[in-house]
């Protein structure tokens, strides 16, 4: 079966969603009863593969804990021309399957983000403002270091082409994934876009996997990694300006010293700014090497992207 001549299928990662998997299989084959549906069971202690197996998914368990384990195994074992990628935890709207897979065959995208939107009566419980507000400060962070126009950064609601899913690493392990999948499109420069879809409150008996500080920490360092690896010469550069105004700042009274009376009183000073001045330099030195480095890797990446057919069949 397909959906407009193409194989799409829905990649969802679960951990202990026996309550919620089941509501998640039917909505999405009632919204779009051509897609192929995988169920990546993150080696449950309940029964979501038993529940999913009821409901004639496709089950995959991924024996290493973590979200990016399993996007890792997703990416690497299915084979589409699209792949949708939904939480387990009916919380995303499988109605607006078809218009983020639209929107990507259409305006020929290699990924479509579904912006969460709650409605009032249930937004403390389905997105706490605590959420909202850690979700647009990260996002934020993102976007001043990467650019881009990203809403909601960490939804876990995609859509992704062929050739976006077999060129991406997935090097992180846990719900930090979401990021590195927003800089993997950024850093190539691929066409994105997003579409507003509803969020809505867990099944009664279901419980979130998510840690506010811990994951929010998580991705936050992710962040940082990302920085360094893939903007080397803005952070190293930005580490030579400082310790550079550090040196020039505590070797001014000096200075000032010596042009009136011609004497060096304060060698360990004097020693201690050239010292810092010379971590300058070679911190400048590291971020001109690493940036040409980067810049390799990336074209690697982009060709390997471009090696990819944007479909693998022709559309009907």
């Known amino acids: 079966m397909s959906y407009q001549g193409l194989k799409i299928a829905l990649v969802v990662p679960c951990y202990n969603e026996e309550?919620?998997?089941?509501q998640v299989i039917c909505g999405f084959r009632e919204a779009m009863p051509g897609i192929d549906i995988f169920i990546f069971d993150n080696h449950s202690t309940d029964h979501t593969a038993d529940v999913a197996r009821a409901e004639n998914a496709?089950?995959?368990?991924?024996?290493?804990r973590g979200k990016g384990n399993v996007v890792r195994r997703m990416f690497a074992d299915v084979e589409a021309?699209?792949?949708?990628?939904?939480?387990?935890?009916a919380t995303y709207d499988a109605l607006s399957v078809t218009k983020l897979v639209d929107k990507l065959i259409d305006e020929r995208l290699d990924m479509v983000v579904g912006c969460r939107q709650t409605q009032q009566e249930v937004a403390g419980a389905a997105y706490r403002?605590?959420?909202?507000?850690?979700?647009?400060?990260?996002?934020q962070s993102a976007l001043l270091i990467f650019g881009g126009g990203f809403t909601?950064?960490?939804?876990?609601?995609?859509a992704f082409s062929r050739r976006y899913a077999k060129s991406f690493p997935a090097l992180s392990e846990g719900f930090e994934i979401e990021t590195e999948l927003t800089v993997h499109a950024l850093e190539l420069r691929m066409p994105y876009g997003e579409v507003m879809t509803p969020y809505?409150?867990?099944p009664e008996g279901s419980e979130s996997?998510?840690?506010?500080?811990?994951?929010?920490?998580?991705?936050l360092k992710t962040i940082f990694r990302l920085y360094v690896s893939e903007r080397p010469f803005s952070f190293y550069g930005l580490c030579a300006t400082l310790m550079a105004f550090i040196s020039?700042?505590?070797s001014i009274p000096i200075i000032a010293e010596y042009y009136h009376t011609g004497l060096v009183p304060r060698f360990p000073t004097a020693f201690l700014s050239a010292a810092i001045m010379i971590c300058a330099l070679l911190s400048f030195m590291c971020g001109l090497i690493l940036d040409n480095v980067t810049r390799g890797r990336h074209e690697m990446k982009r060709l390997a992207y471009l090696a990819i057919p944007l479909f693998s069949q022709k559309r009907s």
Not at 19 to 22: F, K, L, N, Q
Not at 81 to 89: H, K, L, N, T
Not at 129 to 139: E, R, S
Request: charged share 20%; aromatic share 12%; hydrophobic share 45%.
């Open 19 to 22: 309550t919620a998997i089941a």
């Open 248 to 250: 020039v700042f505590i």
């Open 81 to 89: 021309d699209i792949f949708v990628m939904v939480d387990g935890d």
């Open 58 to 64: 496709n089950v995959i368990n991924v024996p290493l």
């Open 129 to 139: 403002k605590g959420h909202q507000w850690g979700n647009w400060m990260l996002t």
């Open 209 to 219: 996997k998510l840690s506010t500080y811990r994951d929010g920490w998580r991705i």
């Open 200 to 202: 809505g409150a867990r």
């Open 152 to 158: 909601d950064m960490l939804s876990g609601y995609r």
